[in-house]
């Protein structure tokens, strides 16, 4: 008999510190002789009760609500009993206490919804999304992580799978039964359906993409020479005097990063380092961690003076990035140009 057949697991469900509200979830076989323990009754399945939680000495603990969900028709699959009572540290834990006194064990990290997906009640991708969805960061991550949790991408996947294995059928039946009138990829049918098939996919790419960086949002690099503005855009963009800003060139010498939310996107904005040949050491390493960051960038802004024409501004980008790629030996890529409507040039890369 496995673990998942003998274990009954229990947890603070809702987040540290005080609260109005704290939830124990219980789940497991041993969840109904804990419930008549603790509340001196057997609760009725989906009916909130409202009652006291009991010590050992059948003082009370807490007052709250408790809910029963019988197996299988619960988050779990097992039998699961929430005690919901009042947010204070102390009285959760002595409810918690009392709890595993009576059969129960501390759960591990993620195990209700583990035994959630061993007992077939969600599948991987809808895990994944259980915890997307208590982590995300902004409104458009959160309506993402819930639309995978309700099983929409889990059907698009099942949906590719179905239509790969009817055109292994068809090509397979052609090949065992070559002697035989049947050729379905004569027809062209099984050709159509892999192109098919193969649109699905790369949409299902697109979405997946999509889905990554609502939750972990753009990493967009400020990249310049020394006194190009990047301090004084970074903190422009994140409303907050972060960076410092003055006339010395070569002030910056970290990373500096701050978080904005562009249309429910989270956006990584990070100021660099100058960039610009210099025998400082200090100056050296902070020019080694812009070439990381630039390296590792969704998105590069790089800010080059006013001064310079739109005609000659690829010229100066190859003189100004020429430090970085002495560095890397990689070649430049190539090069768009925005115009901006305060005649300053900006470079994405894409």
Avoid: W
């Avoid at 994944?128 to 992580?145: F, G, P, R, V, W």
């Avoid at 639309?147 to 052609?174: C, D, M, N, P, W």
């Avoid at 006194?227 to 409303?239: E, M």
């Avoid at 020019?287 to 000659?312: K, M, P, T, W």
């Amino acid at each position: 008999m496995s673990q998942f057949e003998t274990d009954t697991i229990c947890a603070i469900a809702t987040a540290p510190g005080r609260s109005g509200v704290g939830i124990i979830r219980i789940s497991g076989p041993r969840v109904l002789a804990i419930a008549e323990t603790v509340l001196g009754f057997i609760p009725t399945a989906r009916h909130a009760h409202f009652c006291n939680f009991l010590d050992a000495d059948s003082q009370t603990i807490d007052q709250g609500i408790a809910l029963y969900f019988s197996g299988p028709n619960s988050f779990t699959g097992e039998d699961v009993l929430e005690l919901q009572g009042h947010g204070g540290m102390y009285v959760l834990k002595d409810l918690l206490d009392r709890v595993a006194s009576i059969g129960a064990r501390l759960a591990n990290p993620g195990e209700f919804s583990e035994r959630a997906f061993l007992n077939n009640k969600i599948d991987l991708l809808q895990a994944e999304a259980i915890a997307d969805l208590i982590e995300s960061n902004s409104t458009q991550a959160a309506k993402s992580a819930m639309r995978t949790l309700k099983g929409e991408f889990s059907r698009k996947v099942h949906k590719l799978l179905e239509q790969l294995i009817e055109a292994r059928v068809h090509i397979e039946a052609t090949i065992d039964f070559s002697d035989e009138d049947i050729d379905f990829v004569s027809d062209n049918k099984v050709g159509e359906s892999l192109h098919t098939i193969h649109a699905s996919i790369q949409e299902t790419l697109v979405q997946a993409k999509q889905g990554a960086l609502l939750k972990e949002g753009l990493n967009v690099v400020i990249a310049g020479k020394p006194n190009a503005g990047k301090s004084s855009l970074l903190n422009a963009l994140s409303g907050s005097e972060t960076a410092i800003v003055t006339d010395i060139p070569g002030t910056t010498r970290d990373l500096l990063t701050e978080e904005i939310n562009i249309d429910g996107l989270p956006v990584h904005i990070i100021d660099t380092a100058g960039i610009r040949v210099s025998e400082d050491l200090v100056e050296q390493e902070g020019l080694r961690r812009a070439q990381l960051a630039i390296e590792q960038a969704d998105q590069i802004l790089l800010i080059v003076d006013r001064s310079v024409s739109v005609e000659g501004v690829e010229e100066h980008v190859e003189k100004l990035l020429a430090p970085l790629v002495l560095l890397t030996d990689k070649s430049i890529k190539e090069l768009n140009y925005l115009k901006t409507p305060q005649s300053s040039i900006t470079r994405s890369i894409l």
